[in-house]
């Protein structure tokens, strides 16, 4: 037992060197949580957004991926995480405004826990359809919707996903009604699209683009509120006469609640150069992403529309997901 | 010709000093933390994905690749010499390679992976560069419907699996089927069997339940036996395959190709039943099927083979098209996107020398593996001889800190206890982990297949029957089916006679 | 030879089977079934909890019928420790940190065999694996686990 004792001794004394605190934030690695896994679109803008941001504060920033529960569990910790500055959260839409909208519970409250940062970068939806699907406009699918009511198949990255409201507002708005089917994700979905197995779907622009490119999918709208500079020729679904569906799926950036004010100040400002900065908006818009960059006030005040909006949509189609 | 000059660019790209190196790295790297059980591809690309930002996108994506099929062929070693399956594919690689291992044939079992490996990485490449937009044509075909009797011939191929009886096979098989229901219900979004946990929402992983299963379960169990077995039966003879072996597993290497080269394009899961379906048909065909699972050298050359060509070939829907079939390719996209190139169709076209350098390095990057690896045998074989109370305690810290670098969770190291105890109680039972596990991974994908099927066709159950693909598939299995359930069925009638009389 | 009932394999797989068909099934019975054309989240659980319970039935007669091994003695001691040992290395992860939890990973799992002795040898092996541990995972790959948990102020 001599070297065991030994042994604890050398780990006792090891752990006496904790940290020490001082003025000057950051003074030790920055961790990011993402609560989705790796590769998808929270993580690549954390990715993108923090490797500008190092240089600016000077420290290394560390994007840790806590996927579960459609991101409520790594939300969850971020909720409960110190608020020193050391923990941040990049995450989307569905974490911040649809969870809310269709959970009964959730490990977190995103106006209340959340010191909210900023809306880092959005993209718009498009509606696409298989290239041999019937309807080449929104109005002739309007049109066919109504000719064939439950018998489109829309395809959806997941129940509760921002495509799947976006398609339930876009029925309510145009009193259609469709078949929701929903994948494991945007990219089965996106490919069961393309093979022709189902007929239409909301998708990020960023998503599909390549696909619309070489012909794979037929564009038939954009959910923005202007024509998207890389496919000039598709309306947007006010243009082609659908009122009040104007979706973009976002990217935001928040902090466990109660920062200090100093530190507050300064990951705000690198937040804002790194996102302005043009290299970082090349590489947004080279993936369908549009940088937003808002204030703290901004996004709280955006924040609480999204909710009560995805609310009324949730209430109005009696969608579910937790039963 | 135009191949001809696509292959030379790519040749040209892939032998530049410092592809090779990337090349080399992802290989050595891969390999490495496939050996270690429980630390899979995914979790590694992820933590390495900042440091490809600095390299030029074909230097990134060359060394991501090679991690990924570096770690499938890790993950076999592992699989071989401990037992420890730290990926689906290899699951069944453990069955007899863990075998050939006890009766000291560890080195003939790891060299007869490396040449099964290499050959079918080899002519998965090749398919690769000539037919990749074709294959990639034949992917969009597996529509719900499709998928859904792929998996029901998998499910009925995981019979083939078990050796022992065959009512446990289905019990272990429904069980697995019930357990991967656990989480979030594609269908509905609803949560199902999580307690109200929220760390079950997305069910179990994969790796958890192999680690406990099979991991931990194999430790308590060589622990019960301590006394009174070795835990390696016999001295280590013959490190390489002898001429007589090499004949032996000539065939089942050619089957194992084709087929892993035929489901690695499937992007909705076809890869991981490439090495279960390898050792079905291995066994079907054997003329001494009652040698699988006690160390036939055929059930380790045909999965292996399979397993590798269809880590090749699911490259195939994500360069030609922009889709992830596993997660790792969908780590890969997430790379390319972050190297600012638009994963798709026209990647082919705008970026040829990143895609004919890619290909062409995954031909090096296996060449390196078999040069890597042989060598290496030795030393591995080394490594099972240490003493098994100095060896089990560090397998048993590498799944832990495995398990728990999945989802960076503590949660899942309590799952993996909870399995090692389910998998102590499996083994005093004689029920096989195996089939159980094909279960696991089929039981989800089954359902979300079945239900979105049905949902597209609003109803209309024959259109399982009416596509010409899936139709076919139901009549294989409804084949297999017979042909394992009649020799049962006959043998217990001759029994029924012998008591008779 | 013929074992008694109560030690066959084939008896305790039965039990095992309809103990978790059974649970399955009651956990499940509020999903909602649907219908063949639009299946609930209920319909496949149901399903495959009702089979499960069959085949144990099935495993519980064949019992009865049948000559069958014995289950033979339970090893408690290597299954209590192993898998105490994972769970106590979860429980100390957060708290004490990776490396008191490795240890006493290592330590109580090696209890378990009956040549564990802790001598030099094993001493070195252990620190070089802590050390291999906190390099490769923790240093070379970034996974997050704390080297020294809550216990040591942080």
């Known amino acids: 037992m001599k070297a065991l004792k030994l042994l604890s001794a050398v780990v006792l004394s090891a752990a006496v060197y904790a940290p020490s605190y001082a003025a000057g934030y950051p003074e030790k690695p920055v961790t990011v949580i993402v609560p989705f896994p790796a590769g998808g679109a929270s993580d690549t803008t954390a990715r993108v957004t923090t490797q500008k941001m190092q240089e600016s504060l000077g420290q290394p920033i560390v994007v840790e991926n806590k996927p579960g529960a459609n991101g409520s569990l790594g939300a969850g910790q971020v909720a409960q995480a110190k608020p020193d500055g050391y923990t941040l959260m990049v995450a989307s839409i569905g974490v911040y405004a649809i969870n809310p909208a269709l959970y009964k519970s959730l490990p977190y409250d995103p106006t209340k826990n959340f010191d909210l940062l900023t809306v880092a970068v959005r993209t718009p939806n498009v509606l696409v359809a298989n290239p041999s699907f019937p309807a080449n406009n929104v109005q002739e699918l309007v049109a066919y919707l109504k000719k064939n009511p439950e018998k489109v198949t829309f395809a959806s990255s997941g129940a509760g996903s921002s495509d799947h409201l976006t398609a339930a507002l876009f029925w309510q708005k145009t009193g259609t009604t469709g078949v929701h089917v929903p994948y494991k994700g945007g990219a089965p979905a996106i490919t069961d699209l393309i093979g022709g197995h189902a007929d239409v779907s909301f998708q990020n622009l960023g998503a599909v683009s390549n696909h619309i490119k070489a012909g794979k999918l037929k564009l038939l709208a954009i959910t923005s509120d202007k024509r998207n500079q890389s496919f000039p020729d598709a309306p947007t679904l006010k243009e082609a006469g659908v009122e009040g569906v104007e979706v973009y799926s976002w990217q935001a950036i928040a902090a466990p609640k109660g920062l200090p004010a100093d530190v507050k100040g300064k990951l705000e400002q690198s937040l804002t150069a790194a996102l302005n900065s043009p290299d970082v908006k090349t590489k947004f818009n080279d993936i369908g992403f549009e940088v937003v960059a808002n204030t703290s006030g901004q996004f709280s005040e955006f924040l609480n529309q999204e909710i009560s909006r995805w609310k009324t949509v949730v209430e109005t189609g009696k969608i579910t997901a937790d039963q | ?501 | 030879m013929r074992s008694q009932l109560l030690q066959k394999k084939d008896l305790w797989a039965g039990v095992l089977y309809i103990a978790f068909g059974t649970a399955a099934f009651w956990i499940g019975r509020d999903y909602p079934m649907g219908t063949s054309g639009r299946m609930g989240a209920g319909y496949f659980p149901t399903v495959l909890s009702v089979v499960l319970v069959l085949i144990g039935c099935l495993s519980v007669a064949r019992s009865f019928l049948r000559d069958g091994d014995a289950v033979g003695a339970i090893a408690w001691k290597p299954l209590g420790l192993i898998v105490g040992a994972t769970a106590l290395f979860g429980l100390l992860l957060q708290t004490a940190g990776l490396i008191v939890a490795l240890l006493g990973l290592v330590l109580l799992s090696a209890v378990a065999s009956q040549h564990f002795r802790l001598d030099l040898k094993a001493s070195i092996g252990l620190v070089l694996l802590v050390g291999f541990c906190v390099l490769v995972f923790v240093r070379g790959l970034g996974v997050p686990l704390p080297l020294f948990g809550s216990w040591f102020g942080e």
């Open chain 2, 1 to 501: 010709m135009e191949t001809v000059a696509n292959l030379w660019l790519g040749l040209e790209t892939a032998l530049s000093f410092w592809n090779l190196a990337y090349c080399m790295i992802g290989v050595l790297l891969g390999t490495a933390i496939g050996v270690l059980p429980g630390l899979g591809p995914v979790a590694t690309i992820a933590m390495l994905l900042p440091v490809t930002f600095g390299l030029p996108p074909v230097s990134a994506l060359i060394m991501l690749a090679g991690i990924y099929y570096g770690a499938q062929y890790g993950g076999s070693t592992t699989a071989i010499l401990v037992n420890l399956p730290g990926e689906s594919s290899s699951v069944v690689t453990a069955l007899d390679g863990y075998q050939m291992a006890r009766q000291g044939k560890a080195g003939k079992a790891l060299a007869t992976a490396a040449i099964g490996s290499f050959f079918a990485g080899t002519v998965a490449t090749i398919l690769l560069a000539i037919f990749a937009p074709p294959l990639a044509d034949l992917a969009l075909k597996f529509g719900p419907a499709e998928y859904f009797s792929l998996m029901v011939l998998g499910l009925v191929a995981s019979i083939v699996l078990a050796h022992g009886s065959l009512l446990h096979a289905f019990g272990m098989i429904i069980l697995g089927l019930i357990l991967g229901l656990i989480g979030t219900d594609v269908n509905s979004g609803m949560t199902r069997f999580t307690f109200d946990l929220p760390q079950m929402a997305d069910g179990i992983g994969f790796v958890i339940v192999a680690m406990g299963v099979f991991g931990l379960g194999e430790i308590i169990g060589n622990l019960e036996n301590e006394s009174t077995r070795t835990v390696m039966l016999k001295s280590v003879t013959g490190l390489m395959p002898t001429r007589q072996d090499l004949k032996r597993i000539a065939a089942p290497v050619l089957r194992g190709t084709a087929l892993g080269s035929m489901l690695g394009i499937l992007p909705g899961g076809g890869a991981m039943l490439a090495s279960f379906a390898a050792y079905t048909l291995e066994k079907k065909v054997s003329r001494h099927p009652e040698q699988f699972g006690k160390g036939a050298i055929e059930g380790v050359a045909g999965p292996e083979s399979a397993n590798n060509a269809g880590a090749q070939t699911s490259f195939i829907p994500m360069l030609t098209l922009g889709i992830p079939s596993n997660p790792v390719m969908a780590l890969m996209i997430g790379a390319m996107i972050m190297q600012g190139i638009q994963p798709g169709p026209s990647v082919m076209t705008e970026q040829p020398v990143l895609f004919w350098g890619l290909i062409v390095s995954m031909w090096i990057g296996n060449l390196f593996l078999l040069v890597l690896n042989l060598p290496l045998i030795g030393l591995w074989v080394r490594m099972i001889s240490v003493p098994y109370h100095f060896l089990y305690p560090a397998i048993l810290v590498f799944c832990a800190i495995g398990v728990f670098s999945l989802n960076n969770a503590t949660f899942d190291v309590y799952l993996m206890a909870i399995f090692g105890f389910l998998g102590y109680v499996f083994r005093k039972l004689d029920c096989e982990p195996a089939p159980m596990l094909l279960g696991f991974i089929l039981g989800p994908m089954m359902e979300e297949h079945l239900r979105r099927a049905m949902l597209i066709s609003k109803g209309d159950a024959t259109v399982f029957l009416s596509r010409p693909i899936s139709a076919t598939m139901l009549v294989i299995a409804l084949i297999l089916l017979v042909t394992v359930l009649a020799p049962a069925v006959r043998r217990k009638r001759e029994e029924a006679f012998q008591e008779e009389g």
